[in-house]
């Protein structure tokens, strides 16, 4: 299995290459040169297996030559391991055509653990035995350093540099960053905003004097295998409401159009999807896109779902290169165009080719909250914000098809949402319990360049 670029120029690679690149050098995103699929019977044969078994039959043609089975195998039980449900993404039923996936059973209560979990263990896999040693540099709002930093904590040949923006992640976030104690941990507080720390590690990457030093990874959700790893529970869940003989749509609470995407691969490898729906808040500008090929970025309006305050979708590139006859060239052409204005139209193949999976719903604050009071007084569901908003878009498409929304994120780790719309405060899990009671490490550093590229300089190992 080799990957490509969408912008059609950097050399093609091979998985572990591409687990440990995150981003192309022409600053493309990495895509599997063809979709692998699995035939009708082979995904009937999934209705009986665990959530392992299953990661495996549907990660080992993305993996390749790099590992057998048994070493995959050995991975996935490692990472799933760590999760507080048998069943590592549990359907529950709402009603009779409605289904949630809980896709937070993980260490740190977020859908994200999915993968990550899974993305540290590769990383460990593939630098052992050689001299490389990968220094991870990354800027968090909130969830993605806490999942990041705990799927690494303690691996051999990793280093975590993780910028957040002083006091502005909630406490439960900063503590699940700031209690980990691993030496290859490093919290980062910068005196600035979320963005600033964001515009930081983009320079470090772009600083050839410093990028040249290091082996810079990232972990965001541009790295191909955190986008495998999710393709995975597509298929656990449909397989247990009837596919392949019966087809199955999901709503997904959508921000850089990672997790969205993994359901458009599990479609392109044979799972009968009859529907993504992509759910966003009042930053609508993948429902924009899709509704009418406006790809525009306005100004981020912060909600009570931090996750999808965004304004670039990186991930919509993936989408747009394989629906645009996966001519990098122009994709390439298309995005520099965005970049120089941040706006672009869809073409006609792109607009057409969405238009046959996926629908589009943006969801203001009233809907999201009247999607958990629902949850709370008809299903006994105690819902994250992040998830209303995904069932709040399911509701407008119910139907015959079975709907599955996607719960990103427990309850807890947005309680005073949670309480605002249901009366009701969530508690943590016991496997969390004594994060108030660690101790905490990290250093404060100024919204400056030199500061923290000084800071990880004398930290890091070099190349
Ligand atoms: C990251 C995140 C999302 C958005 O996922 P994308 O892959 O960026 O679209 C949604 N909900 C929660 C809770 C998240 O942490």
């Known amino acids: 299995m080799r990957y490509v670029s969408t912008r059609g120029r950097a050399a093609a690679l091979d998985f572990r290459e591409v687990t440990l690149a ?5 600053a493309g995103l990495y895509v599997p040169e063809v979709w692998p699929t699995l035939t009708r019977d082979e995904i009937a044969a999934m209705a009986g297996l665990s959530y392992v078994d299953t990661a495996v039959t549907v990660m080992a043609p993305f993996v390749g030559e790099t590992m057998t089975r048994n070493e995959l195998r050995a991975l996935c039980e490692q990472a799933y391991g760590r999760f507080s449900h048998a069943a590592v993404t549990p359907l529950v039923q709402l009603d009779h055509d409605q289904w949630l996936l809980e896709l937070f059973h993980g260490p740190t209560l977020a859908f994200k653990d999915v993968a990550l979990q899974l993305l540290g263990l590769l990383f460990e896999r593939f630098l052992t035995g050689s001299s490389d040693h990968l220094t991870i540099v990354g800027a968090t709002s909130g969830d993605t350093g806490s999942a990041a930093i705990d799927a690494v904590a303690g691996r051999a040949g990793v280093d975590i540099f993780m910028l957040h923006p002083e006091g502005r992640v909630s406490d439960v976030q900063r503590r699940q960053m700031t209690t980990v104690g691993a030496p290859n941990v490093h919290n980062i507080a910068i005196r600035g905003d979320f963005d600033q720390a964001q515009a930081l590690v983009k ?7 410093f990028a040249g ?5 990232a972990v965001n959700s541009i790295n191909w295998a955190r986008l495998m790893a999710q393709v995975v529970y597509y298929f656990y869940a449909a397989v247990r409401l009837g596919a392949p003989d019966r087809a199955v749509a999901f709503s997904v609470p959508t921000g850089n159009f990672g997790d969205v995407f993994a359901g458009y691969v ?3 490898m044979g799972l009968p999807v009859e529907r993504l729906i992509v759910a966003t808040n ?3 500008i993948l429902a924009r ?12 309006v912060q909600t009570p779902t931090p996750s999808m305050d965004i304004q670039v979708s990186s991930n919509f590139e993936r989408l747009l290169f394989d629906l645009g006859h996966r001519d990098g060239h122009a994709l390439a052409e298309q995005m520099r165009g965005f970049e120089g204005s941040r706006a672009m139209r869809l073409t006609n193949a792109q607009s057409e080719g969405a238009a046959a999976l996926f629908a589009a719903e943006r969801v203001d604050l009233d809907d999201m909250a009247l999607a958990m009071r629902w949850a709370h007084e008809h299903a006994c569901q105690t819902l994250d914000p992040h998830t209303a908003i995904a069932l709040a878009a399911a509701q407008r498409h119910a139907g015959a098809t079975p709907m599955v929304t996607l719960a990103t994120a427990h309850p807890a780790k947005f309680g005073d949402a949670v309480e605002r719309a249901t009366g009701t405060r969530p508690n943590l899990p016991s496997r969390v319990g ?16 030199a500061a923290v590229s000084e800071y990880i300089a004398e930290r890091a190992v070099a190349r």
């Open 22 to 26: 995150g981003l192309a050098s022409d």
């Open 203 to 209: 320079a470090m990457f772009n600083d050839p004097a």
């Open 213 to 217: 030093r290091f082996r810079l990874s």
């Open 266 to 268: 599990a479609a392109k």
């Open 282 to 284: 009042v930053n609508d």
């Open 289 to 300: 896109a899709l509704t009418s090929g406006d790809y525009s970025s306005r100004q981020v």
């Open 434 to 449: 004594d994060l108030f009671d660690r101790e905490e490490r990290f250093d404060v550093l100024d919204t400056s360049y």
